[in-house]
């Protein structure tokens, strides 16, 4: 690109996902075929979806600072103090990945970090058979899916109360 501005109009990926609002709606879409794929009990289909939603969720605040630079700081900020979406990114991160390489030293610089998600198969509960966990440095386990939920209504409403 050479530090030349990209013409939203014409550039087709731009064209597709045109504002934070669409990211969310994107995020939003990908967090039901997860949750939909989990109770099919499509372990390999909704890993998939687990990736696409948390890279959605995680990457919306650099969409937002790509199309609305006067919130470039309180989006960072958001992204940086927010426990949900700290969680969200490291959930990005070890679904591309395949694991999470967190040192001790991160979780000092970056507040409690994930160290590991398992996928569990609950054989007496009839209603939650198959869900994602995520277990964190300070020792605390949550369902993927409530951070995912988390993250995306932290954003939603940043984009409400910024008026994007």
Not at 15 to 36: C, I, N, Q, Y
Not at 53 to 79: E, K, P
Request: proline share 2%; with cysteine.
């Amino acid at each position: 690109m050479n530090g030349q501005m990209i013409d939203r109009e014409s550039h087709s990926l731009l064209r597709l996902v045109g504002s934070p609002r669409e990211m969310l709606a994107k995020a939003d879409a990908d967090l039901a075929r997860f949750t939909e794929a989990l109770a099919l009990e499509q372990q390999r289909a909704a890993l998939w979806a687990l990736m696409d939603c948390s890279i959605t969720v995680f990457h919306t605040g650099d969409w937002i600072r790509s199309t609305h630079t006067d919130h470039r700081r309180s989006s960072s900020d958001l992204a940086a103090n927010s426990k949900w979406l700290r969680m969200t990114r490291d959930i990005a991160n070890a679904s591309k990945h395949g694991d999470l390489t967190w040192k001790p030293v991160d979780a000092e610089t970056h507040g409690p970090v994930l160290t590991r998600m398992e996928y569990k198969v609950d054989r007496h509960a009839p209603k939650a058979r198959h869900r994602v966990v995520a277990l964190t440095t300070d020792g605390a386990s949550y369902d993927v899916v409530d951070v995912l939920r988390e993250g995306i209504a932290e954003w939603r409403g940043f984009v409400e109360t910024k008026g994007i």
